[in-house]
């Protein structure tokens, strides 16, 4: 797959890059991630101490380091849960590189990604982040990234929907992938509060049991 790069192009993959994504409730639900690389390193971070961010429905995408990558900002008002991402800091006048929006206002559905600087690059996020379980593609429908839960490889167990992996093919911008995981959870924080469900049925065979 040929390397492209939305945020910035020392985070295109070379190589299939596997990232542990920790999400952390210091104070309040979705305050902050940690995304670590096969090394225990700390390739991302998001810290959002107290409501404030949540009010502005503004993170921040911070490397390792703590320099400001990307803000992801929910556009209001909008019918499809639209959020966009700029470079760096987002200061007021700041155009977007990239929407985030859903398919459909209609019931749960798939994300549609469009990139301004190309108007051909567009993604699909197909599947469940509320299950930790979905694929980003390319227009050509390639899969670039996945989300999935995280298997104690030691223990063989699922862990729990606070740590999860992120894998991004070779060519993908895993900034960008990162910028995209905030974004779906916070989508998925409004489905709950909308919703107030259970996302978690405890058996599918509850319906067929009579």
Known sequence: ???????????VCSE???LTVLKTSLFFTGDGFTAYDCKGEVVFRVDSYGPESRDLGELVLMDGAGKCL????????????RWEG???????GAKPIFSVRRSSIIGRSNVTVEVYSNPTEEYQIEGSFAQRNCTFFNA?????????RKVDAC???????????????P?????FAMGLVLVLDQINVDDFTDNRVDVDPISDDSNHSS
Do not use: C, Q
């Open 140 to 148: 050509d429908k390639v899969s670039v990234a996945e989300i999935r």
């Open 70 to 81: 990307l803000t992801v900002r929910r556009k209001r008002p909008s019918l499809h849960n």
């Open 155 to 169: 223990a063989n167990v699922v862990l729990g929907k606070d740590v999860f992996s992120l894998s991004i093919k």
């Open 1 to 11: 797959m040929k390397g492209k790069f939305v945020v910035e192009e020392t985070f």
């Open 171 to 175: 060519g993908f911008d895993s900034a």
């Open 16 to 18: 299939e890059m596997n």
């Open 86 to 92: 700029y470079l760096g800091e987002r200061e007021e």
